[in-house]
């Protein structure tokens, strides 16, 4: 039996939450219903590619339907981050993560979708997705897309098989982004202590404390309330009420304590990865998530969990030295991410995907 399927048969999505939020995590995480025809086809893709990772779980995409077989992916910009994202890098990364799933999901009917980016002069640019029948073989990831998740606890500390890392840089394969995979350990070194100097830098910073203040959902009712946003529990911290979360958030956030986890959290992990787009534009960081997605679907089919370490991506400052520190001359690094094996944390929702769907034409 596969790790995936051994899995299926536990109660992945029960862990460490309440009977009620397990349900919710059970509908947003359902099988892909591979019966669905019509209008309820495209619904099954948007549900599916809704459950790719984004910025802060902010979800900052609609999906637009412009015929049985096409749809246009836009950036929703009511869901922006500005103080840790600028200039909407993370979201259209972001974008990219759900492109790649929604083409992984579309095999599961047969059907092939060819992704094209259309810049608009008076809008911000968004990715038309056209799908077509084809018969195509299933992808072998598509039982991957439920499972995913950003798993933020300590790994188990082994290190990578040849096959993981073999299938890790296969899946990287294809776009405009490359892919450092760093297992030495003086190289994770020199990655951890820029991630660091940039979480100290991001901690001083007020305005960044309370952007990701506000995307905490402290309780389970905030979270089953708004179904987007980072999840107290999902992130490795205790549910709270709200309004003491709230409160006590900025006061607990202390630079030397945090600096003392993400050390314990990299030596744990087999690999840090760092992916660097090739040019610093919407389009390319858009393929850059198209990768990171298959990479972090293929590490799931491969028993392996992943978590973001973007500290250093989100303060340009720290962007010349994290190249550096990879061998990449050129491109913007655009995310890092740890990998490694470890148990199941609680699952984070998604909105219904019928708020995020425009059926207007
Ligand atoms: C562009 C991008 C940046 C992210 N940055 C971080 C980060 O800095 N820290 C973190 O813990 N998770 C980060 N994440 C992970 C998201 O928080 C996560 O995907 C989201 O909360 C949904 O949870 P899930 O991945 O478990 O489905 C990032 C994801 C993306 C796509």
């Known amino acids: 039996m596969s790790e995936l399927s051994a899995k299926a048969g536990t109660d992945a999505f029960d862990t460490g939450v309440s009977p009620r939020y397990a349900a919710a995590v059970r509908a947003t995480r359902a099988a892909p219903d591979r019966t669905a025809m019509g209008q309820a086809r495209l619904d099954e893709l948007v549900r599916l590619a809704t459950l790719a990772p984004n910025s802060h779980n902010s979800q900052p995409w609609t999906f637009q339907v412009l015929g049985p077989d096409r749809l246009m992916i836009r950036p929703d910009p009511t869901r922006r981050c500005p103080v840790i994202d600028p200039d909407d890098h993370h979201l259209f990364l972001s974008l990219g993560c759900a492109a790649e799933t929604l083409a992984i999901a579309a095999t599961g009917y047969g059907m092939d979708a060819s992704l094209s980016w259309r810049e608009n002069p008076d809008d911000l640019p968004c990715a038309e997705v056209t799908l077509k029948d084809t018969g195509c073989a299933v992808s072998p990831l598509i039982h991957a897309i439920r499972y995913r998740q950003s798993t933020r606890s300590l790994y188990d500390g082994g290190l990578l098989s040849a ?199």
């Open 163 to 361: 096959e993981q890392r073999h299938a890790l840089r296969k899946a990287a394969e294809g776009g405009t982004a490359t892919f450092h995979l760093v297992e030495d350990a003086e190289t994770k070194t020199r990655i951890r202590d820029l991630i660091i100097a940039a979480n100290t830098a991001q901690l001083r910073d007020r305005d960044f404390v309370h952007e990701l203040r506000d995307w905490i959902r402290f309780s389970e009712t905030s979270a089953l309330q708004s179904c987007d946003g980072l999840f107290a529990r999902a992130t490795g911290s205790p549910t709270l009420p709200d309004w003491i979360g709230r409160l006590i958030f900025p006061l607990v956030l202390r630079p030397a304590t945090e600096s003392r986890k993400i050390a314990s959290q990299i030596a744990s992990s087999a690999a840090l990865a760092v992916f660097v787009s090739r040019d610093n534009t919407p389009k390319n960081w858009f393929q850059t998530g198209r990768a990171f997605q298959r990479v972090a679907l293929v590490a799931t089919k491969h028993g392996l969990k992943h978590a973001h370490l973007n500290q250093p991506v989100e303060r340009s400052e720290y962007h010349s030295d994290l190249g550096r520190v990879v061998g990449a001359r050129d491109g913007r690094p655009s995310l890092v991410i740890r990998l490694g094996k470890a148990m199941d944390m609680p699952y984070s929702l998604r909105r219904d995907p019928h708020s995020v769907l425009d059926t207007s034409g």
